[in-house]
């Protein structure tokens, strides 16, 4: 029904999106799509924990990263909300379930670092309900960011060429399609590109924490609920027209995989986490990934990671070791079989095609 919905709705959108899309200007043979992990600013609930300076300069290590992406995407994990009530984690046990609510005022943070579209469809979205939610999605619109989940697609012009983001969850709602039903999810993405020349999956799926790191074949669990097949679906996505699918979901960075031309990063990792988070070992180090497409075909043309390592609480860093580049180098040898990428000492990426 989902994708029925989307193909009677696209003309409308697309018709609509120079309206609701703002635009880089210009022509250009290519694409730059700059993505990062999982954001969470600080929050007022359970308790008050917010960074210094009410989160003045919390990205100002990284904001230089930003400047290059016609289309620069996050994961927003919690409402932008300053009042609620959550009954979420009413029944839950100490340390099972996790609830955040961060100020509205924050919005302004993520347009000043340079974000153009976020990611809503994940588990938190509704830590408040709808008016959470919704609170949410037009804090993003008031600053000018685009919300990115379910029935909330962004359409946008870069370069003369459309582009649709879609986002897809674990915990589907109105605001993240499902990752379970792949038949639906192809029908989605087929009918977004019928009438968009590109076609970015987000998604927010996978087991989480330190024993993560690995992809896994087949449907993942955790804690008991199913967490998506994560290579079905990034399969199946772009077997229906998917040009850039990106994920979230374990809280540690994971392989990376280029398909059919097309790239996949299974997960980025935490990339803003302040306060809450255990950033131990392999949860405080992140990626922020810089992919170039081919602006005709979508095809993955090459790119960086920029290692980052979570300080101060969970402030993102440039981190010149780059511990986390250098893991999902090992990752991506140990998990894909046949990964089509190379991943250099420095972080630069580049397709690899014929070398298996």
């Known amino acids: 029904m989902a994708g029925l919905l989307v193909l009677s709705a696209t003309l409308f959108l697309c018709a609509s999106a120079v309206l609701h899309g703002s635009s880089a200007g210009g022509t250009g043979g290519y694409l730059t799509v700059v993505a990062t992990g999982d954001i969470m600013m600080g929050t007022t609930h359970p308790v008050n924990v917010l960074p210094p300076d009410d989160g003045e300069g919390m990205f100002k290590s990284v904001i230089t990263e930003f400047r290059d992406g016609d289309v620069v995407l996050g994961n927003l994990e919690g409402p932008l909300l300053d009042h609620g009530r959550s009954g979420k984690c009413k029944d839950a046990a100490v340390g099972r379930c996790f609830e955040f609510m961060t100020p509205t005022r924050y919005s302004r943070h993520l347009k000043t670092a340079g ?57 589907p709602s109105r605001y993240a399609y499902s990752i379970h039903d792949i038949s639906e999810a192809m029908e989605i993405v087929a009918g977004l590109k019928e009438f968009n020349n590109l076609v970015i999956v987000s998604f927010h799926g996978g087991a989480e924490g330190k024993d993560a790191l690995h992809l896994r074949r087949g449907t993942e669990r955790f804690l008991g609920e199913n967490r998506g097949n994560l290579t079905g679906f990034a399969h199946g996505v772009i077997d229906a027209g998917a040009d850039l699918v990106i994920g979230h979901g374990p809280h540690v960075v994971r392989a990376l995989e280029v398909y059919k031309g097309k790239l ?38 090459g790119g960086r990671l920029v290692p980052v390592r979570l300080a101060n609480g969970g402030i993102p860093e440039i981190d010149l070791s780059g511990e986390a580049a250098q893991l999902v180098k090992a990752l991506t040898k140990q998990d894909i079989e046949f990964p089509q990428i190379d991943i250099e000492e420095d972080g630069s990426l580049r397709p690899v095609v014929g070398k298996f």
């Open 115 to 171: 974000f153009t579209a976020m990611n809503i469809a994940n588990n938190h979205a509704f830590d408040f309900g709808s008016a959470g939610a919704e609170s949410t999605i037009s804090r993003l619109l008031d600053v000018g960011i685009d919300a990115v989940g379910g029935e909330m697609v962004a359409y946008i012009d870069r370069k003369g060429r459309s582009v649709a983001l879609v986002g897809f969850s674990f915990k």
């Open 264 to 301: 996949i990063a299974y997960s980025l990792g935490n990339f803003l986490t302040y306060g809450v988070f255990n950033l131990k070992g392999p949860s405080g180090v992140s990626i922020i990934l810089k992919a170039k497409l081919n602006a005709r075909t979508g095809d993955f043309v």
